[in-house]
């Protein structure tokens, strides 16, 4: 009874220090305080985006810079040898370095991109006229005089979903790297990933502090399923371009840069309205995972979206369901049944594409597949599409990119599909987000100029609004690595767009009229979309 | 009337809808009911033996193109029945007569090895959207439809017939032949089958032959369902199908079939039925929205608990079956005073020389990798208090560390609470709720218990965890499950030295409650527990209550685990640190390594974090080798190695139930010992 009672004493004494003590302030896992570490607070370090650089250079993101400005670096003359070869197109735009004053989002007074229609610049102009200036730097981890090194981290072995996650993504940013070596590199450097990291699913905290920990590395990125290292990198200050499946890991952290950025999981989407009315129909059934909160989340947008712009448009929630089994094990025939006893002609899901081939399988097998179209919010698999047949003909799939099916008159775009294939890769969306995410990454050196380092690149970036060369919805990250409230557009996309494919005979087609179609991101008013081109 | 015959058409339709899940079900509780009454084992592997015949019948008829008949006469005719015998030859022939629960680790330790030793020789992973074709031509695309109601594809169909089939051959076989009257007779008693003339041996690998032949066969038939393959879903249809094995007692393969299929009419009703209920009374919707993915394992759990039949049929036949040996005892209690005194020098030697090369030269990551050895070293003291001394197999430790990552997290977010403050908190929750499922459980004991907690966790998973008070919700998905680092007056752990010294003095504060628990009344009770419940009981000592004490503080230590851990990584990280599956290894680590002590658990703890970046990658080699350069070929290993290692090692807990460690100190400890007597002898 001694040793009973001398351990509830420990206990309670323990208890009782625990008691008086508080939390620690400082790392990102402290009490919320998002607009600490919002980056529009984040003072810039460097001047990055230097005086230098005229006004101008916003208007023209597309000069060929590599034609015209020579390398000062001594081995200049070998590259050269590849002055025909495409040169770097960063696509970030200097907009607004004073947005922190600003509540207004830019672009919100107009509801869609006027790239298109702006005056064509006749001399184009190299927004980066350093870009070849090469400044002897000393203590910036990852570069040398030759080469700056950057680390790349995913999830290879262990890949429970099956699809091609880090050899893709590395094959994106490495046809990205070959492309900008090719045309003589940045600063008279060499662009190079020094370290490959498989996080073997489990283990991408321990792999981003191994990057940390031998800080040979000048950025990271990542393709991961369990981000567990993305806070260790930003509370490094080790910038990070990631492949941004896993929005509430990159939010409030100023050194993450998606892909693109989940702006406001729960807040409705016209693009989801406006694609049920493409399919003309009217008794939407919805579905998704009950463990997953992205996923209950997501159909509950979904619905939300109909109950919100449905009763004019003449549609309406038939079904809900926001429970079911991860993976489907019961299957889903008694779901199907009851949307088809419910009238459902269209079926959104948030799950993933090995599930959509389920739900389809079982509409066939109760002989209502060519009366309910599907949306596909993952299925953007040719491969997959392909050995379907056509199991999914006359489904819509909608994506974050501009779909491959439209033309994109983009430098970017062209030098990707040139250079992805030439590094063997599949012309495919992991490909691509590496592709976007080494992009970003330049566009971030160039922003923070010859004297570059970590910090410098971070609040550069931190300054722009970046759309991939129209590859993707404009981010302004100024303000866009913050959390999104519902129906609160001040860190959402200036515009609300979608980039939707359809499946035909195995295949996507492409059906928008321009890659994009967008909505003022200033209002939830419902409206026809403008089809945009942000390419111009 | 029109109502009433719509009723009826959907119910029929839904049993129809159910019978292909249910005939899924019904293949796994044949196996695992065939496993078990040829060899006596509770062969939760049974999943991870029909995975690789599905990954080997993929890759042969997928990807290599294969014909259909040649990839499953590979997959499930010859791989199949050559695990079997090599699993019956290496590890099941020599636990006859071992206590169902060392069987039951020695099957979790394979159903976490064998798939990724099957990957990594095989270099085999889930391919998305390459679903598998089943055995059948067209299997997936050619339908009938028997009652006009509902279409059953060809796939479906042959793996329901197969079903019926196995169960009325393998009925017959076990009634009606010589060879299944003697896989059941050396179950029973090997040396009482041999006196009768039969070889037992031979015996034997037939019968694991055929039930891995069998959960070859299942793999494959069952396999079109997933479109892609991953060995934890098969783990999960074993979990489930569980509850069907259970409906037959494990023995009786037509209730086995029956309970598959009536787990599948069941779910598929239910789910046919709620929704359009809830619909009309909404009171019934909380219960849809949070009960429907869970079905099957609420399922299992009633089963187990409510079921007063489960769990006490053999202790009803077998009055000994219940008397297990007593543990040997520790080699620190029988080693000569010189040596404990050495030990003891040489330990505090090693932790000065590690500790301060820890703290002196460590980087960011290795700052990182020892602390998160500590902390697992605090949650797997929990396991050394409920199975080390208890003697029960809990596989919800997972939960329970859950519970105080969840606690720091809401306290933390909601109230702003002092995380430390907190972290107490969530291990009193975990300790009540640890106390709570203790209840209806306690009954249960061996395999059942283990099976009812595995249950538990993954109810929590698929329910508790969705509830905004426990995952957090939008805000979650929002911001993460983000947490804070503690702050105790001037001292900020935001710092990892800092935080390293925390989870040190805490790692020794559980270490001292271990310690005192099993010296002290609780203790020696739960030994006596483990001799003979009878016997402790006819001296008047209350299992009930012993058994509730050591679930309540195995939970606690693993709340307050969990709580170290989430504040460590700054965040809960569910999914990646608790989930039912992940949970397994923390069992088939400790248990391999020594479950009764404290040092088992902190080398489980320092195995769990440095097994990987030091011997797998190929860090200690490099510095032996003081370079990079020479290094081997082949290094860095995957990962996944530790899973295969630790858990063929755990299927030595059977010989081994103190753990390789503690059992090699034995043999140093009594070799030193007669040294030492031999050298004093002479002297003398």
């Known amino acids: ?536 | 009337m029109t109502g009433s015959a719509d009723f009826f058409e959907d119910l029929f339709r839904g049993l129809l809808q159910g019978t292909p899940p249910g005939a899924v079900y019904a293949l796994i509780a044949l196996g695992f009911v065939l496993t078990y009454k040829t060899s006596g084992v509770f062969n939760l592997a049974f999943g991870a033996q029909a995975y690789i015949s599905a990954a080997m019948y993929f890759k042969a008829h997928t990807l290599w193109g294969w014909p259909k008949w040649a990839a499953l006469v590979v997959s499930a005719f010859v791989l199949a029945p050559l695990i079997g015998l090599v699993l019956e030859r290496l590890i099941f022939r020599h636990l006859r007569t071992a206590s169902a629960v060392s069987k039951l680790v020695v099957a979790i330790g394979l159903s976490v090895a064998l798939p990724e030793l099957f990957n990594q020789a095989a270099r085999f992973t889930a391919v998305a959207g390459r679903q598998i074709t089943g055995i059948m031509p067209d299997g997936s695309s050619v339908f009938y439809d028997p009652f006009g109601v509902y279409r059953f594809n060809r796939d479906e169909l042959a793996m329901m017939a197969v079903a019926l089939v196995a169960t009325l051959l393998l009925a017959a076989l076990f009634r009606f032949t010589m060879i299944g009257l003697a896989m059941r007779a050396v179950v029973e008693s090997p040396r009482m089958t041999e006196m009768s003339g039969i070889n037992a041996d031979r015996v034997s690998a037939f019968a694991w032959a055929l039930s891995s032949t069998f959960a070859g066969l299942a793999g494959v038939l069952i396999a079109p369902r997933f479109n892609s393959l991953v060995s934890t879903d098969f783990f999960t249809l074993v979990v489930i199908a569980v509850a069907a094995a259970a409906v037959g007692k494990l023995v009786s393969l037509p209730r086995a079939l029956l309970g598959g299929l009536g787990l599948g009419w069941f779910i598929a009703v239910f789910n046919t039925f709620l929704p359009r209920w809830s619909g009309d009374h909404t009171w019934l919707r909380p219960f849809q929205e949070n009960l429907t993915p869970s079905l099957p394992f609420v399922v299992l759990f009633a089963i187990l608990v409510l079921w007063r039949a489960i769990g006490r049929e053999r202790e009803a036949s077998d009055p000994l079956s219940g008397v297990d040996p007593p543990p040997p005892a520790l080699a620190a209690l029988e080693r000569h005073p010189k040596l404990t005194l050495f030990t003891r020098l040489f330990g505090v030697g090693f932790v000065a020389v590690v500790g301060s090369v820890v703290w002196f030269r460590a980087g960011v990551l290795w700052m990182h990798l020892v602390t998160t050895a500590v902390i697992m070293a605090v949650i797997y003291l929990s396991v050394t208090v409920i199975t080390g001394m208890a003697g029960q197999i809990s596989l919800c430790q997972g939960t329970f560390a859950a519970i105080g990552g969840f606690t720091i997290f809401q306290m933390a977010d909601r109230f702003n609470m002092s995380v430390l403050a907190a972290a107490l908190l969530g291990a009193g929750v975990a300790a009540a709720v640890g106390a709570v499922l203790s209840l209806p459980v306690l009954r249960l004991g061996g395999v059942w218990l283990a099976i009812a907690t595995l249950a538990f966790a993954f109810f929590f998973d698929a329910v508790m965890v969705k509830f905004s008070w426990v995952g957090g919700g939008t805000t979650a998905l929002l911001t993460g499950t983000r947490v804070p680092r503690p702050l105790i007056g001037p001292i900020d752990f935001a710092s990892d030295r800092a935080f390293l010294v925390l989870a040190v003095v805490v790692l020794v504060i559980v270490s001292i409650i271990v310690i005192q628990l099993r010296e002290g009344t609780v203790g020696r009770t739960l030994t006596a527990l483990r001799g003979s419940e009878v016997a402790a009981a006819s001296i008047g000592i209350s299992a009930a209550r012993a058994r509730i004490i050591a679930f309540a503080v195995s939970a606690a230590i693993a709340g307050l685990g969990g709580a170290l851990l989430s504040m460590h990584q700054q965040n809960v990280n569910y999914s990646t640190n608790f989930g039912p599956v992940n949970a397994l290894f923390w069992l088939v680590i400790v248990v391999a390594l020594g479950a009764r002590t404290v040092e088992g658990a902190i080398q489980a703890g320092a195995a769990f974090a440095l097994f990987e970046p030091l011997i797998l990658k190929g860090d200690l080699l490099v510095w032996i080798l003081r370079g990079e350069d020479h290094l081997p070929g082949l290094f860095p290993l995957s990962g996944s190695w530790r899973l295969v290692l630790f858990g063929m090692m755990a299927i030595q807990f059977a010989r081994h139930p103190e753990g390789l460690v503690e059992h090699g100190k034995r043999r140093s400890a009594a070799r030193i010992n007669r040294w030492l007597e031999a050298r004093e002898g002479a002297a003398s």
Request: proline share 8%; with cysteine; glycine share 8%.
């Open chain 1, 1 to 536: 009874m001694f040793r009973i009672r001398r351990t509830i004493a420990v206990l309670f004494a323990t208890v009782m220090l625990a008691a008086a003590c508080g939390n620690s302030p400082s790392g990102d896992g402290a009490a919320p305080a998002p607009d600490t570490a919002a980056p529009t607070t984040a003072a810039p370090a460097t001047p990055a985006a230097d005086a230098s650089q005229p006004d101008t250079v916003a208007e023209a993101p597309a000069s060929d810079a590599a034609e015209t400005d020579e390398p000062t670096e001594p081995d200049a003359a070998e590259t050269d040898t590849t002055a025909e070869a495409p040169a770097p197109e960063p696509s970030g735009t200097d907009e607004a370095p004073e947005a922190e004053t600003e509540a207004e989002p830019t672009g919100t007074d107009e509801p869609t991109p006027t790239t298109t229609s702006e005056p064509v610049v006749a001399e184009p102009v190299d927004p980066y006229p350093h870009r070849h200036d090469f400044v002897l730097l000393e203590g910036v981890p990852g570069v040398t005089d030759d080469e700056i090194r950057v680390a790349v981290i995913g999830t290879e072995t262990n890949n429970i979903l099956g699809t091609c996650i880090l050899p893709c993504f590395h094959t994106g940013i490495q046809a990205y790297f070959d492309y900008v070596n090719d045309a003589g590199g940045v600063y008279g450097r060499r662009l190079v990933i020094g370290e490959l990291l498989d996080d073997e699913l489990g283990f991408n905290q321990q792999r981003s502090l191994e990057v940390i920990d031998g800080n040979k590395s000048l950025a990271a990125f990542q393709a991961t399923l369990l981000p567990l290292g993305w806070g260790p990198l930003n509370d490094a200050g080790v910038p990070t371009f990631t492949w941004n499946i896993h929005g509430s890991e990159a939010v409030n952290r100023d050194a993450i840069f998606g892909n693109h950025v989940i702006g406001c999981p729960t807040c409705t989407l016209r693009s989801f309205v406006w694609i049920v009315s493409q399919a003309d129909a009217t008794h939407v059934g919805l579905l998704g995972y009950g463990v997953s909160d992205t996923s209950k989340v997501c159909t509950r947008a979904f619905a939300d979206s109909i109950d919100l712009y449905g009763p004019d448009l003449g549609m309406e929630v038939a079904y809900f369901n926001d429970n079911m089994a991860f993976g489907l094990p019961n299957g889903i025939g008694p779901e199907v049944t009851q949307m088809i006893d419910a009238g459902v002609d269209f079926i959104a899901t948030c799950m993933d594409l090995n599930a959509m081939l389920t739900l389809a399988q079982e509409l066939e097998r109760q002989g209502v597949r060519d009366q309910i179209t599907l949306l596909h919010p993952n299925s953007y698999d040719k491969e997959f599409v392909a050995a379907a047949g056509d199991l999914f003909d006359g489904d819509y799939a909608l994506l974050v990119f501009a779909a491959f099916e439209y033309e994109v008159d983009s430098p970017l775009r062209h030098a990707y599909d040139q250079w992805v294939p030439a590094n063997g890769g599949p012309v495919a969306e992991q490909t691509l987000v590496g592709w976007i995410n080494a992009d970003l990454f330049v566009t971030g050196l160039l922003e923070a100029g010859p004297e570059f380092n970590r910090r410098s690149i971070i609040n550069s970036l931190n300054q722009i609004t970046y759309d991939a060369g129209g590859l993707i919805n404009p981010v302004d990250w100024s303000r866009q690595h913050t959390a999104v409230e519902p129906f609160v557009y001040d860190h959402a996309y200036a515009l609300h767009c979608t980039s939707s494919v359809r499946m035909e005979g195995g295949t996507f087609i492409g059906f928008q009229p321009e890659p994009w179609m967008c909505w003022p991101g200033d209002t939830e008013e419902w409206s026809e979309p403008t089809p945009t081109d942000f390419a111009g």
